[in-house]
């Protein structure tokens, strides 16, 4: 076996760096100097890759598909029809507005908070979501039933502190998201459309001010509360919550909670307040922005000039890979079979299963010997983790996509599209929980852990080449796979976050005072540590606002490194402990590392830093290896060296 047949790349490796100054730029350093960002794109990476590999096979499917003769086969029948309309350039050229005028029209209706409230209960009925956004929710305190969940919305700009905060570029991108609204206003037409865009950026900006920041949000606490629709109304009387609910199909729901029952209250207020005009203006917008990706070239074009501000990304990507991306979106499980069938057929399943079991085994063995917790609180934890699920690579049940869609009208396929998912999704409330109920489409890079249901999923998307293949050196499966997918969204059980819900899904506090306040310093160690890092030249990451997935970056990656070596134990023939040089132990936290090559551009790191969850992939390489106990003995690496620092970090 040579390093290359492990799984590892070694053209991605800069063997001049030190790993034990910079394992990011050892492990990544050469795909960073050599890689070039696609002008489609805002970072090129290791995810990426994997996308645009995924991206061709499926517009592969979609063009046989859209070629076929209609009538052989309904899944392709649908498929086809679907990427045909959205290829079919000329046919959105023409159709022009004509897909959003009914929504117009109803807006063009609002002539006092009444007929305001009518305008956003239908538009929400259609798949908008102006100032709030109702869907199903596991409650929190039972998670055995499932009821309505309100939560803020409404906003275009990517978080409330880009309408209210002046650091950095924001101010910029804030002036650019102004010109923005006002030449989409121009191009509908609109004589007015300095005053609309004004009154729709206004109405915007008195929102961002009353939404919860995304810090607080990482709070269950603060963002459940079980109101009810007695309790709504009583919260804010203004507006009609009874019609609201009835345009919803959901005339009869009375359990209901909110994400903040003081913003609703001033929501209500707001709508009564303001001028028709404005509430109109504001309402088109939102209309027009959550639809401009259906319209022709003009709106296309405008909407990509806020990509370009926010993230760097310099062209559009190709209108192939646009319609490819869209049918996963909107018929994800019909497109998933055929590349399951194609890339995830044999023993993957099972083999992606006895990865995840080992890796499950081993936090059980790292929770009953963890010096911090107590004895109260370790026998919950490892209750919860017994009744931890998972879900691998794909459904066992397919998902049915019972609606028409027509060859030539692809703005009307998309909104039958989220209509039909809106009301697969309200159906839930009131009914028995699904377990089964995926929340990723098979393709997708990525992965998810679910505190409700207690439930990791990882879709076949991210069980490929070069993160996870059954050639693959098992050190190097398990530092990817095992590690930085498997283990982290594991992890997510016992963040900041997901600890706060016991195993059955419940928000309960399952944890004694003295180990609470040990699992508090940790996690602050972790918030620290992170804060100091920087995404771009004077923006700092935000330690509170990744806490989560930095949490979930370190645990994952040590408690599969405890899997491999318990494993390898076991297994016969043992895997080879050294290939090309580079030791078993090498090879696991350089297979972790490699996961997260990346190349980005400037704007998207500092939108990134100022958004997301995530920490840049930098950090959730060095941020971790600087807390991994086996990672000198496997580099070498002194005592005192970056990588090794006095003080090193972590919760599991």
């Known amino acids: 076996m040579t390093l290359a047949q492990t799984g590892i790349v070694p053209e991605w490796i800069d063997r001049s760096a030190d790993p034990c100054t910079d394992f990011f730029a050892y492990a990544c350093g050469a795909f960073v100097a050599n890689s070039t960002i696609p002008p489609d794109e805002e970072s090129w990476s290791t995810g990426r890759m994997m996308e645009r590999d995924n991206e061709a096979f499926l517009r592969k499917v979609l063009e046989d598909a859209a070629a076929a003769p209609a009538g052989g086969d309904p899944v392709r029948d649908k498929l086809g029809a679907f990427y045909a309309s959205c290829t079919d ?27 305001a409230a009518a305008a956003i209960s239908t538009l929400e009925a259609a798949g908008f979501t102006p100032m709030f956004d109702l869907g199903p929710q596991q409650d929190y ?19 409330r502190k880009y309408y209210l905060d002046s650091k950095g570029r924001i101010p910029a991108v804030r002036d650019a998201y102004k010109a923005h609204v006002e030449r989409t206003f121009a191009l509908l037409g609109d004589a007015r459309a300095p005053a609309a865009a004004g009154n729709a950026y206004r109405i915007e900006e008195a929102l961002a001010k009353l939404h919860q920041d995304e810090v607080v949000r990482r709070d269950p606490h603060a963002i459940y509360h079980r109101i009810d629709r007695a309790g709504l109304i009583a919260k804010a009387p203004g507006f009609p919550w009874a019609d609201y609910l009835e345009a919803l199909g959901l005339g009869s729901v009375t359990a209901i909670t909110v994400n903040d029952p003081a913003y609703y209250t001033a929501v209500a207020k707001l709508v009564a307040s303001e001028q028709p005009q404005a509430l109109r203006d504001y309402l088109t917008w939102t209309v027009l922005r959550q639809s401009a990706s259906t319209l022709g070239k003009a709106w296309l074009d405008e ?5 370009k501000v926010l993230r760097g990304t310099k062209e559009l990507p190709p209108r192939w890979r646009r319609c490819v991306r869209s ?127 207690n439930e990791l999923v990882v879709p076949a998307g991210i069980l490929q080449p070069p993160c996870f293949a059954a050639t693959f050196h098992p050190a190097v499966n398990f530092g990817d796979t095992g590690g930085g997918t498997i283990g982290h969204e594991m992890t997510h059980g016992f963040d900041d976050e997901g600890s706060q819900f016991d195993g059955n899904g419940n928000l309960r506090d399952w ?91 400037p704007e998207y790191l500092e939108t990134m830093a100022r958004t997301n969850p995530h920490s840049p992939p930098k950090w959730r390489v060095n941020g971790v290896i600087s807390n991994q106990s086996g990672f000198a003995a496997a580099f070498k690496c002194p005592a005192g060296a970056a990588m090794v620092p006095a003080k090193q970090c972590g919760v599991w």
């Open 511 to 601: 944890w004694s005072k003295p180990t609470k306040e040990q699992f508090a310093a940790a996690v602050k160690c972790i918030e620290d540590q992170y804060s100091q890092y920087e995404a771009v030249p004077g923006v700092k990451l935000d330690g509170k606002l990744t806490a989560g997935e930095n949490i979930a970056d370190n645990g994952g990656v040590k408690i599969a490194y405890g899997a491999y070596h318990a494993w390898r134990e076991h297994v016969a023939p043992p895997p080879p402990r050294e290939v090309d040089g580079y030791s078993d132990d090498q090879l696991y936290y350089m297979s972790y590392a490699q996961s997260w090559c990346s190349k980005e551009t």
């Open 327 to 453: 049918a996963d979106r909107n018929l994800g499980e019909l497109l998933g079979q055929a590349y399951v069938a194609a890339k995830f057929a044999g023993d993957a399943k099972a083999r992606a299963t006895d990865l995840t079991k080992t890796v499950l085994a081993e936090m059980a063995t790292e929770l009953a010997g963890l010096a911090w917790m107590d004895a109260p609180t370790r026998a919950a934890a490892q209750e919860k983790l017994a009744k931890m699920t998972y879900l691998v690579g794909y459904p066992d049940k397919w998902r049915t996509y019972d609606f028409a869609i027509s060859r030539t009208d692809y703005a009307s396929n998309v909104r039958a599209a989220q209509q039909h998912e809106l009301a697969r999704q309200l159906a839930k409330i009131g009914k028995p929980v699904d377990r089964f109920d995926w929340q990723m489409s098979p393709p997708t890079v990525n992965a998810y852990y679910d505190p409700n249901l």
């Open 303 to 307: 909407a990509f000039t806020m990509d």
């Open 141 to 159: 305190a039972d998670a055995t039933r499932v009821i309505a969940a309100l939560d803020q919305a409404g906003l275009g700009l990517p978080d």
């Open 89 to 115: 350039e000329a046919a959105i050229e023409k159709a022009g507005i004509k897909p959003i005028q009914p929504y117009l029209d109803a807006i063009a209706r609002v002539t006092d908070a009444k007929s």
